[in-house]
């Protein structure tokens, strides 16, 4: 069974930093794309960033491109979203999730099979 167990959420003002953190656990996630997503009230839930096995090739959506990054620590099996100058809309629930991809899988995939309970990540005016 595939488990994804986020941390690292909060409360902060806007202009500052968080860094999330997703621990995977269950089998070995080579071959497994790692993603974030986000839903905030009365919205859909939206991909955030992706990051491919090994970790060469990455996905930022346009509105955190430049403020976000996501990275990955294959020995640890853990994802991580580096969150810097927050702004208020970026308040909502972070989830990850992770999908198997092969050559052919486009990118950034969809279809995401297996997802953690998600952290709440709230940014103050």
């Known amino acids: 069974q595939v488990q994804l167990v986020e941390s690292g959420g909060g409360l902060v003002q806007a202009g500052g930093s968080l860094r999330l953190s997703c621990a995977a656990s269950g089998r070995t996630f080579s071959s497994y794309a790692l993603g974030w997503f986000r839903q905030a009230p009365g919205k859909e839930r939206e991909l955030v960033a992706a990051?491919?096995?090994?970790?060469?090739?990455?996905y930022h959506a346009d509105s955190v491109r430049g403020r976000f990054t996501i990275s990955r620590d294959n020995g640890k099996n853990t994802v991580y979203l580096q969150m810097n100058s927050l702004k208020p809309e970026d308040t909502a629930v972070y989830y990850c999730?992770?999908?198997?991809?092969?050559?052919?899988?486009?990118?950034?995939?969809?279809?995401?099979?297996?997802w953690g309970q998600g952290t709440q990540v709230t940014v103050s005016s």
């Open positions: 999730a992770a999908r198997e991809v092969t050559m052919t899988t486009a990118w950034p995939p969809s279809g995401w099979r297996y």
């Open positions: 990051i491919s096995w090994p970790g060469a090739r990455t």
